[in-house]
């Protein structure tokens, strides 16, 4: 079965850095692209990132543009987003996503930046 594991969350200071990692299972990773999306409280869930299968190409919200990049090891069956200057707005629940033949999930990991 599909399975995501995210890990790298964390508390940081504003101007901080964090790095998400994403090990994805039981599809063939390297054929479909991969996403971070994050939800804040009382806020829905949004896209952050997006890289192509091939790992060329990636999309980016307004929001983090130029802050964040993300980044992908077809090696590993791994997604990586890499967060820099980090505002408090980021603070978020992030999660792993893969589009197959249906929505895949992870369970999140917390990011929470403040002073």
């Known amino acids: 079965q599909v399975q995501l594991v995210e890990s790298g969350g964390g508390s940081v200071h504003p101007g901080g850095s964090l790095r998400l990692s994403c090990v994805a299972s039981?599809?063939?990773?390297?054929?479909?692209?991969m996403s971070w999306y994050r939800q804040a409280p009382g806020k829905e869930r949004e896209l952050v990132a997006r890289?192509?299968?091939?790992?060329?190409?990636?999309d980016y919200a307004d929001s983090v543009k130029g802050r964040f990049t993300i980044a992908r090891d077809n090696s590993k069956n791994t997604v990586i987003l890499q967060m820099d200057s980090l505002k408090f707005e980021d603070t978020a629940l992030y999660y792993c996503?893969?589009?197959?033949?249906?929505?895949?999930w992870g369970q999140g990991t917390q990011v929470t930046v403040s002073s």
């Open positions: 890289i192509a299968n091939t790992g060329i190409g990636a």
């Open positions: 996503h893969v589009l197959t033949w249906t929505d895949f």
């Open positions: 039981g599809f063939t990773f390297n054929d479909y692209s």
